[in-house]
């Protein structure tokens, strides 16, 4: 019983192309994120969704378009690949409240050749 | 300002003892939440131990505990008698009020070593 699931869990591509990663949570959780983690193990949130409204839209380059379509599911279709957007994207979950901890995805690991 | 801030790039411990990696963070809610991860060399992000603001007593999780300092704004990670499988970086991170309630802070992490 996977908390939240990503995939693909690898993802290698050519620059200018378009992918997209999955995720789901089966938690029951309102509030789904994006994070990037760098070469440097840098966490940088990007987007943030609750109840299937986008909350947190950091600077990411408008490349990045995710997509909720219910509050169990949380897209991130990127368009146009660069080479510096390879990095490990996670997938968080949590419910609203300062208690509560984020549930991880496994990770996606994108490379971009 | 950096609202988690991890001072330790990295650190070593021997085997079997106890290892502290510190980390402080900057808010001015009352109400908010501090936690502590784990992402070993495989990638996963595992949770180890919450913090509320409000608890008056540290969080404990086992071998983990959380040294919680109000008045400094400091939230220390204890872990003890290391064991090999503790290698791993650790993030400490913060959930306030803020905007929407929702956003985690996440500091830069520490790479803990556990030497044999």
């Known amino acids: 019983d996977t908390a939240v699931s990503q995939t693909p869990k690898y993802l290698v591509t050519q620059m200018g192309n378009d992918k997209s990663i999955k995720c789901e949570q089966n938690?029951?959780?309102?509030?789904m994120y994006w994070y990037k983690q760098d070469s440097k193990k840098f966490l940088k949130i990007m987007f943030s969704y609750n109840n299937k409204e986008l909350i947190i839209n950091e600077t990411v380059p408008n490349r990045f378009s995710p997509k909720s379509p219910d509050k169990a599911h949380l897209n991130l279709h990127i368009n146009s690949l660069e080479l510096g957007d390879s990095a490990v994207y996670f997938c968080?979950?949590?419910?609203?409240?300062?208690?509560?901890?984020?549930?991880f995805g496994p990770g996606t690991r994108l490379t971009v050749t | 300002a950096q609202k988690i801030t991890q001072t330790q790039p990295g650190m070593f411990v021997q085997e079997k003892e106890a290892v502290t990696l510190d980390c402080t963070y900057d808010t001015s809610d009352q109400s908010y939440g501090l936690f502590w991860y784990k992402q070993p060399s495989s990638g996963e992000m595992i949770f180890l131990i919450y913090q509320g603001s409000y608890d008056e007593q540290n969080a404990t999780e086992g071998r983990y505990s959380l040294n919680f300092q109000k008045a400094r704004k400091s939230a220390n990670l204890v872990i003890s008698a290391s064991q090999l499988g503790d290698s791993a970086m650790y993030f400490c991170?913060?959930?306030?009020?803020?905007?929407?309630?929702?956003?985690?802070?996440f500091g830069t992490g520490t790479s803990l070593t556990v030497i044999p």
């Open positions: 991170a913060m959930r306030d009020v803020g905007d929407t309630g929702n956003q985690f802070y």
């Open positions: 938690l029951g959780h309102d509030t």
């Open positions: 968080a979950s949590s419910q609203t409240g300062t208690a509560y901890e984020q549930y």
